[in-house]
């Protein structure tokens, strides 16, 4: 039986103890639309309804106080357990080499989980010029995106991802909607680096005699999120990092239509370093972290 994501939990629960949904918002520094979406994606892994409306709010279900009730008793058993294990001897300092849409997307909201496991450890994250780069010397590890091609290195697959167009609202009520692939043309097309991905999208959709080559091209991830954010385009993205801006309804996804990335994720590091034990416990957090955040590829 699949286990629900322990941020899904954290928010049934702090809605039970707060018994709104704006107060558990403000508990886990989340918008109410993802604690919101958080609930709806639980009841969904559960298949059975955690919440009814009463007038103009919402409350649990009897069911869903009794399953409430439960996961309190687990998240505080888990609580003790990190309390145990934090003088289990990993320390020092790591640092962290982390392509940028990466570490401020996924890896920067998920972070002070790891510090919470693991207090002695200083960790630093640092971002390379290029996305595939695993050169940098004062790197203890490296999360790379690329082909998984790094010779005499110790070398783990994180996830795949797949891409899809992503718009702001604002944008798609502007220019009316995108009723057919071709559509997007009328927007500025937002590219990272070049126009590989909006070219294999756009052959995938069969549009005919496409102009890849104008739109705005940016060198960073974090750049063409905010420019789509902003209305100033569309962007190719993958739902791992633009998984926030989706549920908080920043971006939407106007097709079905997704292209599989011939590159994904990579946990890369010297043969040397890879039984250093905070990075076993680093790649085992991260790990276990995808697992709770990833879905399935568009």
């Not at 798609?172 to 937002?190: E, H, I, Q, T, W």
């Amino acid at each position: 039986m699949r286990i629900p994501s322990t941020q899904a939990l954290r928010a049934l629960d702090s809605f039970a103890r707060h018994g709104s949904v704006w107060r558990a918002a403000d508990e886990l520094h989340l918008t109410r639309s993802a604690v919101s979406h958080q609930l709806r994606l639980l009841e969904r892994d559960l298949g059975f309804d955690l919440l009814e409306r009463i007038g103009k709010g919402v409350a649990l279900t009897p069911r869903g106080q009794r399953y409430a009730s439960d996961v309190r008793k687990a998240l505080t058993v888990l609580g003790d357990a990190v309390t145990r294990q934090a003088g289990t001897g990993v320390g020092g300092s790591f640092s962290v080499s982390c392509t940028p849409g990466f570490a401020s997307l996924f890896l920067c909201t998920h972070i002070g989980e790891f510090r919470q496991m693991y207090p002695d450890v200083a960790l630093r994250i640092l971002t390379p010029r290029r996305l595939d780069d695993v050169s940098n010397a004062e790197a203890d590890a490296f999360i790379a995106f690329g082909v998984g091609n790094w010779p005499n290195r110790a070398v783990e697959l994180l996830c795949e991802i797949s891409f899809t167009p992503l718009c702001s609202p604002t944008l798609l009520n502007k220019v009316g909607g995108f009723s057919k692939p071709a559509d997007v043309l009328r927007a500025n097309l937002l590219h990272l680096g070049d126009t590989e991905d909006w070219a294999r999208w756009l052959a995938l959709s069969k549009v005919e005699n496409p102009d890849t080559e104008g739109g705005i091209f940016f060198s960073d991830m974090n750049l063409v999120f905010s420019a789509a954010i902003a209305g100033q385009g569309i962007a190719m993205g993958d739902e791992l990092t633009s998984r926030r801006a989706l549920s908080e309804g920043r971006l939407v996804r106007p097709f079905d239509i997704a292209i599989k990335s011939p590159r994904s994720y990579f946990l890369v590091s010297e043969h040397a370093k890879a039984a250093h034990p905070v990075l076993e416990a680093f790649a085992g957090w991260l790990r276990s972290t995808l697992s709770e955040n990833q879905v399935s590829p568009y």
